[in-house]
DNA sequence: CGGCTTGTTGAACAAGGTCAAAACGAGTGG
DNA sequence: CCACTCGTTTTGACCTTGTTCAACAAGCCG
């Protein structure tokens, strides 16, 4: 912020070639020239601010969305008035695959904080990927990735107890960061409890009780929106389901 | 089976145009010679039995399968050795997209009936997608639909009680059917309560007691594998949580 | 038939939800 | 700077839902 006071459309175009590279591109040898082929169709658009729809449930689909920086938070009508919580996205992550099918989004997209967003015109894409064989893929596994995210969450939702998700919740959170090279043990929260227990299937004052355990337990350390893991493994074993072993380690012989 | 009591080789050929035609391409205009270069990829296999598997988890990925007849349940185990449901697949419905990302298969696929699946070796399948712009749009519409259908059932996993998973459940089993022209209320549940109950995230004691009260009440006949739904209106408004207003219609006047 | 798996039913129990209220933080206006 | 309000978070008490445990019935197959 102090020697970039003048942000140059130079900048900001690397600071956007890196987004895109790094969620379409990263893993995938892409000549420089298609780099700079794919990074010509990215508009920028203005930041948005907490509160702010990226898109809203029903709008027509025209783009995919990259997290430059900020959150966002994706969410339906959930029964009975209240949203329901789909997901939470962070920078370099993708928003708005779930609209391909239909032509028009699935669900609404909402800041969670100031954030910046890359705009990809989806049709212009789908021309690129369409001569670039090793982008097709890189698409193609980026789809395929979302499914499997999504299975993942079945899982946790499927299966495990309150304490199981929160502590997946919290490494996951964790990973996300790390691989976008902020910290994996100390950062911000930027949704409410609220929608923390939306999006994981608890009510409000479970996740909350929950974050008071876990600090009692000397698992984490929590002030409001700031959050610190004091114990990775500690989680780790709790999210695999180590619940059940490390209170009553009794039963189990007939079965 | 009485007419057709020889099988020649065109008529398993037009069974199988059909079934990768109804996924993958009836929504969209494909000329007839690329549905026929597409024809020509496909593999047929020797017919699943109940309890083969066709895949496991970790396997190399390298074909997608569509399911011809029969159908085939997705799992991977869950804590505590147990596994976990992650879905079931009918006839004209697609296996194995969430292999793309990582290149090796996520979870494991089984039959739960005689099953007859065709192979879509993906390599093959990204070559004709590159010079066949539909067919491109439709394998990304494709993943799209699947991650639609997750979010689908987040938002069950999420938000909703035993009965309304049950016939939320039972619904989508019914739409599904008769997308593919078989009845719509009256069918055949080839997998057992306990795997309905782990996709459900229930424990099979539930689901069984549901299904004795959803008969009690009218709602469905159950014989054992064999289900009729009598009112899909009440299914349609269990599952919609109507369970709320339905028995005691007080509260709700505050907030 | 006898041994097996799968499904059903009942009773006790516990996890988490609901309701209610207090505590806290951030912003607002005197 | 302080008092006040609004929204979020925390905490406590209670109750509902669904799980767990256990026994039993029903098919299925050698």
Redesign the interface.
Known sequence: MNQNTVISIESIRVACRQCTLSSLCLPMGLTPEDVERLDDIVKRSRPLHRGDLLFREGDHFRSLYVVKTGSLKTF?P???GGE?V?GFHLPGELLG??????GQH??SARALETSAICELPFARL?EL??II?SL??Q??????????Q??D???L????NAEERLAAFLLSFSQRLHRRGLSATDFHLSMSRHEIG????LAVETVSRLFTRFQDEGLVRVERKHIELLDLRGLEEIS??AG?GRRQPQRRQQT
Chains 1, 2 share one sequence.
């Open positions: 339906t959930g029964s009975e329901q789909l695959l779930d609209a391909i099918d239909k699935a669900c789908e990927t369409a064989p097709q893929h698409m193609y596994r980026l789809l395929s990735k979302e499914i499997g999504d299975t969450l079945l899982r939702l499927g299966k495990k939306s999006y994981l299937g695999d389901g059940a």
